[in-house]
């Protein structure tokens, strides 16, 4: 009786003893399906893709942790993250002052500002020709904001995605889009008949560092993104991440 005490209670030791290494620590990464290049949704496979959801994934990996990626508005992000629905945000997102107040951003991973596109047999514009002109931007990027705040336009139309401005650039429902440079110039490479174009010479209104969020009650997985950021700068995995998408 004893000995079948004791190998039941080893047993249990060892399993008690195994389940910590066995058990692997998932990260909620949230990305958006309308990011192109850096976040959105492989058609052949329905899965997120894109330089970001790679880049989240070799860093939670490089910390012996397995990524789940959700699929988020650009728009819930930091709402997603504030409230903990997920762990981690890796968009196409910039970190501004006002981001900072809610989450923390890691180190920048890579730079870029907004472009201005027109339909394809318009003649390129620059703002002072827009004055009182209906332009459309995506809710809740940074440039949006400074659209307004230029005073110039008409009405600055708020839109849910990228594709949503170009659909309506095309049509003429709008003069102009503003989005994200390398998300439109990747999608106007990818199918030329979108029936727009960006304006040559355009000067971003800000230019700012991408990078990922944690919740400000997270410093541990920041910590964690940083290190790995790190190290994927050094040894050159980070640029060829970025390179694979044409950024």
Known sequence: MFLKQFAVCA?????ALA?????????RVGVTATGVPFTFVDTATQLPTGAMVDLARAIVEDNGLKPAFELTAFSALVPSLSTHKIDLISAGMLATDERRKVVDFSDPVYTYGEGMFVAANAKDFTIEDLKGATVGAQIGTTFADSLKALSVFGEVKLYDSIADIMRDVKLGRIKAGFGDQPIVAYQITKNPDLGIRLVKGYKPLKEGGVALAVAKDNPKLLQQVNASIAKLKANGQLAKIFAAYGL
């Open 11 to 15: 047993v249990a030791v060892g399993l």
């Open 19 to 27: 389940t910590p290494v066995q058990a692997q620590e998932t990260v």
